[in-house]
DNA sequence: CTGTTAGCGCCTTCAC
DNA sequence: GTGAAGGCGCTAACAG
């Protein structure tokens, strides 16, 4: 008996052929989609096909052509819902093209992620879509790592330095400026800044500060910089106290703002740069039995259907989160497909949702001036 | 000169082993962890592998052993933040014991969810964790022929009727019905059921609207079987005005719950099955003038953060998301790796956040009786 | 213990 | 146009 069963129904393209009656390169070129192959013969490979319910093996296919049509995609958490947001703007993008994904969290640890891009290149993925944790020069021998073997990476959220690659971000400084201006507008100057970079003791200065960021998460400072960005322009000194210090987990921006808010010349507004850090605000200012927007303002990063029916409604910064993950997909995809890299920022561009957390400061600003 | 390279700096074992003066085997052996192979030799190939930078081909390796070490995983959307919570729990259990995960997303639609089925079957992945859409008899072909090619299905958050598989789910009858026996003991007897089954009219009957449950997702009907159950308790006439109808959108509650609101005898309490639900009741509200818990009680699905800092902080149901995942990896890695498929339904419980939505209803009920 | 040999399922020259 | 034969990189019997 000719078409001996490989194993559970999964029938060969061999067996195809045979039961077809060809040889098996002509089965493979009607199946396979490519070459030239009669009319009639292709019609009799597709209904043998059909009787058996054959269905190519993409990994044997995976394995003469080099290509797996699977992108790798490695986050901090797949659990958060920024990054999930972004991962359906992936998902959806290259499942357009024919692409899925393999997505792995590294929960910003830096051995996961050299580990996630061994995975990765290992299964032979055709492209990496990275948002790391690495910043520094010796970082990013793992990615290195996968470019050597020609496996084309591009950066989503965060870019990262002494690489030159692609990357799709937003406009993290400009948007904190923004932020940070409204608030100026509305006549504030004493103005925290919650969740920056972990540090265990308040910054000496400015210049340690920034320091600090650029050991850290590429978007915390670059946040932190658009904070700076609007002092400066509107000659607000910086004041150390103002800045959130310790691990980033709400509790702690709870304790934080606690702290803010007792200061003898306390914050009349804050600027949260994360989710967690707006809750971690609410709650502070709750247990202090102040009011938003009557005793402080509040502008958050990460805009969700929940800040808009809280009380007051929240004024937040709306990332394009979708279209960042789209648009990375997207760059990549282009690469994996033969286009040149053009190895630049691709900066998209997030909105200031105005609603009602913003308001004037409770008495007029301090001092005056001279 | 031996030991040609294959393309872009990826040695093969082949190489590894000209390069360590052994036979292809042996490298495969070390290489591979498998089979007995002397210190000496080992050692060799080790530093043979490590100076060439061998890393072994997955996709190669697949293709002898038959297996992928990769799990498939179809859900409505990786941007939902509570399939996002499942996917990492999924991702955390089965990245610990060696498997990593290719996710696709339906939108709820059938062909979709075939589809995916269908990739992640020519992909070769080991096993498949599916949320469904699937309800009926018909619906169930693509989970057959994932089963019929050895590749084992777990379903996770919906059951589907006519399959018997394992399933992941959460209590949600009884998690519907705690919610509404506390809404009932506040001394609430309107309440009314936001985000149900889609219906196009009201239901004439209970038996339509179940019927109209079945036809639909799993966790709806469970949920609104749950409801039921309460009332019934209770002695509570089930009123085809107080459940939700048309689309399960956010602006659709906000119109259907103001509806309520507007009613003669107008609903005292909500039962929100979903986070969009509960945001778009609160929107109502608003509108309607009316306060939370004061005139109208609230209990919702799915706590988050925000739910915590909200005026007033909300009682809502807690899923375990997480847990919900990693069993669901668990149980269907068990099988992977040769256990017989137990082909039950395991349960996980929610639990009732009580915070502070719930008050008594504002004015004595209607007609206390006889 | 080690090396040789034969596949896994597909694609891909290359003669016919 | 079509079929035979070789190869992708690895595992797995099998001799030696």
Redesign the interface.
């Known amino acids: 008996m000719p078409g001996e069963r490989s194993?559970?129904?999964?029938p060969t393209i061999s067996e195809v052929a045979a039961e077809a009656g060809v040889g098996r390169a002509t089965a493979a070129r009607t199946l396979g989609g490519y070459g030239y192959v009669s009319p009639e013969l292709r019609e009799r490979v597709l209904a043998a096909a059909e009787k058996l319910g054959y269905?190519?093996?993409?990994?044997?296919r995976?394995?003469s052509t080099?290509v797996?049509h699977?992108l790798g995609v490695i986050v901090a958490?797949?659990?958060?819902?920024f990054?999930?947001?972004v991962?359906?703007?992936i998902?959806?993008a290259s499942?357009a093209r024919g692409f899925?994904?393999?997505?792995?969290?590294t929960y910003e640890n830096l051995d996961d992620e050299v580990a996630a891009a061994?995975?990765l290149?290992?299964?032979?993925v055709d492209g990496v879509i990275l948002a790391s944790a690495a910043v520094g020069r010796g970082d990013v021998a793992h990615i290195r790592?996968a470019l050597?073997?020609?496996i084309p990476v591009v950066l989503v959220d965060r870019a990262v330095a002494s690489v030159d690659l692609d990357a799709v971000v937003i406009d993290n400084r400009d948007a904190a400026r923004r932020a940070v201006e409204t608030l100026i507008a509305a006549g504030h100057r004493r103005i925290g800044f919650v969740w920056g970079p972990p540090m265990a003791e308040p910054p000496a200065t400015r210049r340690a500060l920034l320091a600090a960021a650029s050991r850290n998460l590429w978007t915390d400072g670059e946040r932190l910089r658009g904070y700076l960005d609007a002092l400066d322009d509107a000659r607000i000194p910086f004041d150390p106290d103002l800045v959130m210090m310790g691990r980033k987990v709400?509790e702690q921006a709870t304790r934080e703002v606690a702290r803010m808010l007792a200061l003898p010349d306390r914050v009349t507004a804050l600027f949260c740069t994360e989710?967690?850090a707006v809750?971690g605000a609410?709650?502070a200012l709750?247990t202090s039995g102040l009011s938003c927007p009557r005793d402080v303002s509040l502008i958050g990063f990460d805009d969700?259907?929940?800040?808009?029916?809280?009380?007051p409604p929240l004024t937040m910064i709306e990332q394009p989160v979708?279209q960042l993950g789209a648009k990375a997909a997207e760059v990549l995809l282009d690469i994996v497909e033969g286009a040149e890299p053009r190895r630049e920022m691709h900066t998209l561009r997030s909105r200031l949702v105005t609603r009602s957390s913003v308001a004037p400061p409770p008495s007029p600003p301090p001092s005056p001036g001279a």
Chains 1, 2 share one sequence.
């Open positions: 194993q559970a129904g999964r269905r190519a093996n993409a990994l044997a995976s394995m080099g797996s699977t958490d797949i659990g958060n819902p990054f999930a947001g991962m359906r703007g998902s959806d499942r899925d994904t393999l997505v792995l969290s061994n995975v290149i290992d299964k032979r790592a050597d073997r020609g709400e989710t967690d809750t609410l709650r709750r969700s259907t929940w800040a808009a029916v809280m009380e979708h």
